[in-house]
Nanobody, 116 residues
Framework: QVQLVESGGGLVQAGGSLRLSCVAS???????VAWYRQAPGKERELVASISRRGDTNYADAVKGRFAISRDNSKRTLYLQMDNLKAEDTGVYYC???????????WGQGTQVTVSS
């Protein structure tokens, strides 16, 4: 079994910063893959991803403001969010997997609210 525990969300003013963390526990072989978010009334969307060798990709809306990273020794995935905007508000979810979507695991979600 795998458990993913997210933290770091909260309420911040526009222009502020937050750092999300997602810690994996359990014995199943799994690796960090991406951060998604879901705004009220909208579908879940990909925010940032990281490959096994460390290549990163970002949604256009967050390029230059967000940074995804990981610490394999701590089994932790991070999302540094700077210069936050009101449109970044939503529930953020981390995703871990192992080679196929059938092994996808999701965090419980952490609320990010940006006030303008």
């Amino acid at each position: 079994q795998v458990q993913l525990v997210e933290s770091g969300g909260g309420l911040v003013q526009a222009g502020g910063s937050l750092r999300l963390s997602c810690v994996a526990s359990g014995t199943v072989k799994i690796e960090p893959v991406a951060w998604y978010r879901q705004a009220p009334g909208k579908e879940r969307e990909l925010v940032a991803s990281i490959s096994r060798r460390g290549d990163t990709n970002y949604a256009d809306a967050v390029k230059g403001r967000f940074a995804i990273s990981r610490d394999n020794s701590k089994r932790t995935l991070y999302l540094q969010m700077d210069n936050l905007k009101a449109e970044d508000t939503g529930v953020y979810y981390c995703k871990w997997s192992w080679g196929s979507a059938i092994y996808d695991h999701w965090g419980q979600g952490t609320q990010v609210t940006v006030s303008s």
